[in-house]
């Protein structure tokens, strides 16, 4: 599996966790206290995966999609799924949290659906986050017939993130406040 040339992108192995975890620790918002409702600069995490939980992500091939780019040989970049069922037996609140309406419910909880919990890269090289999404596509196409995600909005708006799945097709359907008075938008990409 490969992008557009700039970077490789492959089946992520044990052996990328670290890389990973450093990508993730270098793209973790480290609070979100004072920033009302002001756009950031820069893509971001919100929270984090843990080594062990990741080490169990990757290697449960049937349950998750995650992908890494490479660029110059060098990870650079992940892109981390969960099947649907998977997301709410560890979120059982997801259900209830999403604000859609019920045709998009039935579709989202009635379907074969991916949830993408994480995209992150390290550089901010030019379509390398697309790369990683078209990637994910395709790896999903046949298992899947539709993708969902979060993406923070208040009390920071994550324009990078919004726009980037934007510009791959996922349009907003709903959107979830989470136990800690977070609000995110639902984002739906058909596949």
Known sequence: MNGSGKFAISEAGIEDAAGMLSIQAEKLLP???GE????????FL????????????ITN???HIVLVSRYHGELDGY???????????????????????PEIRKKILGGRTLYLRHIARMKQSAGEGRDLEYALFEKAKGRYD?????ILETPIMNL?????HESVGFARVGEIKDEKGL????????L
């Not at 919100?46 to 992500?57: D, F, K, Q, T």
């Not at 990078?160 to 980037?164: E, Q």
């Open 46 to 57: 919100v929270y984090a995966v843990s080594e062990s939980e990741l080490r169990g992500i």
């Open 183 to 190: 609000i995110w938008g639902l984002y739906l990409k058909e």
């Open 31 to 33: 609070k979100l206290e």
């Open 79 to 101: 892109v981390l799924s969960y099947d649907l069922a998977e997301w709410m037996a560890l979120k059982p609140k997801w259900e209830n949290e999403i604000k859609v309406g």
């Open 160 to 164: 990078i993130s919004i726009n980037l």
């Open 61 to 63: 091939k049937e349950k």
């Open 36 to 43: 009302e409702n002001k756009p950031h600069p820069d893509g």
């Open 146 to 150: 539709r993708i969902v995600c979060e």
